[in-house]
């Protein structure tokens, strides 16, 4: 949680975006890796 909490270092995680959420469903549903 701290780690998530310092923004200093930008390899951080960041809550993902929901058009990148919606992205990730439909590539799984259609069998691609990635767009």
Same mark, same amino acid.
């Given at each position: #949680?701290?780690a &998530?909490?310092?923004?200093?270092? %930008?390899a *951080? !995680?960041?809550? !993902?975006?929901?058009? #990148?959420?919606k992205?990730?469903?439909? *590539?799984? &549903?259609? %069998?691609?890796? #990635? #767009?």
């Open positions: #949680e701290q &998530f909490d310092d923004q200093c270092t %930008g *951080n !995680p960041r809550y !993902p975006l929901i058009s #990148e959420i992205q990730m469903y439909i *590539n799984a &549903f259609e %069998g691609k890796k #990635e #767009e």
